[in-house]
């Protein structure tokens, strides 16, 4: 009975060590795919939209909505607080993942743990993605073990990243177009090749000057109490 139960556990153990060494496989392959994609991109750049680079924005006025100027009117200048937009909840879901960069949390995909850059969000697949203030589409792409992802650059240097999306083309949502907060730019899909066994989710990361930060802590507390609730086992 005891040799049983120790192969058992042998086995057990074998196939999470095959499926680890195949997600390392795909992974390669994948990044692999990327950079010839890369490279085939780059031949054809002057017909298509660069990716701006993520610098501080001064808000615009248009029509009402608190928009960044165009890209030839922006400034590469130091961050200032008070240029930092209100953010609003991008859906209404379930934090069930925080962003940690200290303390690793568990990865049921890949079964291991890892810090963690974003904060994932449970939510029905296909539900709207809205940007989180107003800003301009720096980049639209499909990341090899991230997925489908939209990053959009807001005021005060800070700049909001969707990834786990539906790869789709979105009517307005195209890499130097200026949205609105609220607007929707994309729906909760599963491309994320790397977090593929949760639930459907949006993984959000959020960036100043450069450097991860917990997009929570940027959203007041009255649009988290309205649209995100929390998940006590990943709390703490």
């Known amino acids: 009975m005891e040799n049983k139960k120790q192969n058992s556990e042998a086995q057990r153990e074998e196939r999470a060590r095959a499926n680890r060494i195949l ?27 660069k990716p701006i680079a993520s610098t501080d924005v001064p808000a615009a006025t248009t029509g009402g909505e608190t928009l960044p100027p165009s890209t030839d009117d922006r400034q590469d200048t130091a961050v200032d607080p008070d240029a930092v937009p ?8 379930r934090v069930f993942r925080a962003h940690d960069l200290t303390v690793p949390v568990y990865s049921v995909t890949l ?65 130097g177009a200026a949205v609105a907060g609220g607007q929707v730019i994309g729906h909760v899909g599963d491309s994320a090749l790397v977090e593929c066994c949760d639930e459907p989710h949006l993984h959000l990361e959020m960036t100043l000057a450069g450097t991860s930060v917990d997009p929570l802590d940027y959203v007041p507390e009255q649009s988290i109490a309205a649209s995100l609730s929390g998940d006590e086992a990943f709390e703490g």
């Open 23 to 49: 997600y390392l496989v795909i992974a390669l392959i994948l990044c692999l795919g990327a950079a010839i994609a890369g490279i085939a991109a780059s031949v054809t750049s002057g017909r298509r939209a």
């Open 86 to 93: 209100t953010l609003s909840a991008p859906l209404v879901g």
């Open 111 to 175: 079964d291991e743990y890892r810090v963690h850059n974003g904060t994932d969000i449970l939510a029905a697949a296909g539900s709207d993605v809205k940007a989180m203030a107003s800003g301009i589409v720096t980049e639209i792409a499909d990341h090899p073990l991230l997925g489908h992802s939209v990053s959009v650059l807001h005021a005060g240097n800070l700049t909001t990243v969707y990834r786990n999306l539906v790869p789709e083309e979105i009517d307005g949502i195209a890499v």
